[in-house]
């Protein structure tokens, strides 16, 4: 799909939210309005989206009206937060990163620098108090969330020119969200914050020199390409975690436990196709930005991890000085990575590293 093609259609689409096809509404259904951070069809996060909207459809045979919005269609990306919390709308899908602004947890229930891979993240949210401790911060700002989505391990980003060393960070216009920009701008760089649909045109125009997105899959149709032709593969800022479907409280503590199952089941189900499909097709794309675009793949080298690092030690700092709660947040996440991690490394890093090593995959 044709990046202009899709974006196109999202603005045509701004009129109002597309009918999902689904069984006849029930009588006396429940009204489920959906608003996202993601414009309409875009490939990757907004299908996604929208095939969890058409999924509790299906499931609940109309047992709940289901409309879905895009970004711009009934709010702006970054207002979903505050029409949910309102109750205007009943959940939004979206990186709850983007909502540091409003207390800098949040940013733990998306991902946050040398943080935790998807898998630890799902094992931290399922079964070691990551919901619990969610739903604590959550409930503040009259929400409840649920993973509905993830991308794995991101790319380090799209740049106009090589990076060498944390000192090339200086100066530099990135979009970057969530604590990932606090570490760029800890290193000089001044980050903004823009909601996917607006990040080409300023990459383009130079309004920024470099952003950071997904990974090659979602990436290939963004056509970062036309402006930064250095790609940096994994990074530090998003290692894994999830994407949110944060609903109203109050809307939520009215449900019964069939439909609070069901809409767990199918925020589960989307989560993790939308980590599969990504691990699917990120190696067949990012061939294709390598012979079709002529994108130069670049890793960052250890001088500017350690950069990183020092970067990071420096924000979670200033994360545990907000509150009481953002210390709980952080001790839980940190000694969970510490555990989890350990045996991920054990046994899974090490067969990996090992098993490619021996049939040279590279």
């Not at 990551?130 to 993973?147: A, C, M, N, R, V």
Request: contains cysteine; proline residues 3%.
């Amino acid at each position: 799909m044709e990046r202009r093609k899709f974006l196109k259609g999202a603005a045509l689409a701004g009129a109002g939210s597309v009918a999902l096809a689904a069984p006849a509404i029930a009588q006396g259904a429940r009204q489920l309005t959906i608003v996202s951070t993601w414009p309409r069809d875009f490939p990757g996060l907004g299908t996604s989206a929208q095939r969890l909207a058409q999924r509790i459809t299906e499931l609940s045979e109309g047992r709940f009206n289901v409309e879905y919005f895009a970004a711009g269609e009934r709010v702006g990306a970054f207002d979903v937060f505050d029409e949910v919390a309102s109750g205007n709308s009943q959940a939004y899908i979206a990186a709850d990163y983007y909502w540091v602004g409003k207390h800098p947890g949040f940013a733990y229930f998306t991902s946050v620098p040398f943080g935790m891979t998807t898998t630890e993240w799902n094992a931290w949210i399922k079964f070691k108090g990551g919901q619990e401790i969610w739903d604590k911060l959550s409930g503040e700002f009259g929400l409840k969330s649920l993973p509905c989505g993830a991308t794995g391990t991101q790319a380090g980003g799209w740049f106009n020119k090589e990076i060498e060393g944390p000192d090339d960070f200086k100066g530099l216009k990135m979009r970057i969200p969530g604590l990932g920009g606090n570490v760029m701008s800890k290193l000089g760089a001044s980050t903004v914050s823009l909601p996917g649909g607006q990040i080409y045109e300023n990459l383009v125009s130079g309004s920024i020199d470099a952003t950071e997105w997904v990974g090659p899959y979602n990436d290939y149709f963004m056509k970062f390409y036309e402006a930064a032709k250095y790609y940096y593969t994994g990074g530090m800022h998003e290692p894994g975690g999830g994407l949110a479907f944060g609903m109203n409280a109050s809307w939520w503590g009215e449900l019964s436990d069939w439909e609070k199952d069901l809409l767990t089941a199918a925020c589960y189900e989307e989560h993790a196709n939308s980590y599969e499909e990504a691990a699917a097709l990120n190696g067949e794309y990012l061939q294709r930005l390598i012979d079709e675009q002529g994108v130069e793949v670049r890793n960052f080298n250890d001088d500017v991890w350690d950069g990183f690092g020092e970067a990071a030690e420096e924000v979670f700092a200033e994360v545990r000085d907000h509150s009481a709660l953002a210390v709980e947040i952080d001790d839980a996440f940190q000694s969970n990575i510490s555990e989890i991690g350990k045996g991920m490394a054990l046994f899974e890093g090490t067969f990996v590293n090992q098993r490619n090593r021996v049939r040279n995959l590279g």
